[in-house]
């Protein structure tokens, strides 16, 4: 069965400073996407970064990036000049190509310190 | 931009009772969903919905559980008799896309909070 498991249940960053959130997941499957979604406070989920599996190129979105090693299935997240608006608890999710089902991490609380 | 819509944001409801959560997915979108968030656990896949039937459904989503598009444009999840345990966050999404043309990128509504007193 595909798991994913985000070990970190609260991290903590200064503003401006650079924050790397963990994910590892268990799949047998070679077709699949990884997502962060970020989840602040007023509870709606948003899409924070996708990754491709079949893509060796990390995937970056503007201060957001991932480092994805397909080989450890290791996919985090590393959030660069960081924000008070990053604030939030941020999901790492699965889903297997084909299928409609996110597999979600029990999610990591971000603090941001001004 | 667009919004998956919920309601309502929250509802207290005795053991036993029926309950009905909306949503008002995106409108182009093909796909409808809902999870849930046991609170302090991880979101859980409920089921899936497609050409107005069930897609797929998780091992939770038992015979007290039933989905619906009634017009259209709303999208519901019916609890019949709800438990002490049915208390958590419930999440509607929809996607555009076909499973096969790629992954669906989820869109969240911002959730019901539902608790069973």
């Known amino acids: 069965a595909q798991t994913v498991t985000q070990s970190q249940p609260e991290m903590s960053v200064q503003e401006a400073e650079t924050v790397t959130l963990s994910c590892t997941y268990d799949?047998?499957?070679?077709?699949?996407?990884l997502f962060w979604y970020k989840q602040p406070p007023s509870r709606q989920m948003i899409l924070v970064i996708r990754?491709?599996?079949?893509?060796?190129q990390n995937a970056t979105e503007n201060r957001f990036s991932v480092n994805f090693q397909k080989a450890a299935k290791s996919f985090s997240l590393k959030i660069s000049d960081s924000q008070l608006g990053d604030a939030a608890m941020y999901f790492c999710?699965?889903?297997?190509?084909?299928?409609?089902?996110?597999?979600f991490g029990t999610g990591t609380r971000l603090k941001v310190l001004a | 931009e667009p919004e998956v819509t919920q309601t309502p944001s929250h509802q207290v409801t005795q053991m036993g009772q029926e309950v009905i959560l909306r949503c008002v997915p995106i409108?182009?979108?093909?796909?409808f969903y809902w999870y849930r968030q046991i609170l302090g656990q991880k979101v859980e896949f409920l089921v899936s919905f497609y050409n107005n039937e069930i897609s797929e459904k998780s091992e939770i989503f038992d015979d007290q559980f039933s989905v619906e598009r009634p017009d259209g444009s709303n999208f519901t999840l019916k609890i019949r008799s709800t438990k002490l345990e049915d208390s958590a966050m419930y999440f509607c999404?929809?996607?555009?896309?076909?499973?096969?043309?790629?992954?669906?990128?989820?869109?969240f509504g911002a959730g019901s909070r539902l608790t069973v007193l």
């Open positions: 409108s182009n979108h093909l796909y």
């Open positions: 799949t047998s499957e070679s077709d699949y996407y």
């Open positions: 990754q491709e599996a079949y893509k060796q």
């Open positions: 999710a699965y889903v297997f190509s084909g299928t409609y089902k996110y597999i």
């Open positions: 999404a929809s996607s555009p896309f076909t499973a096969s043309s790629g992954a669906n990128v989820l869109t």
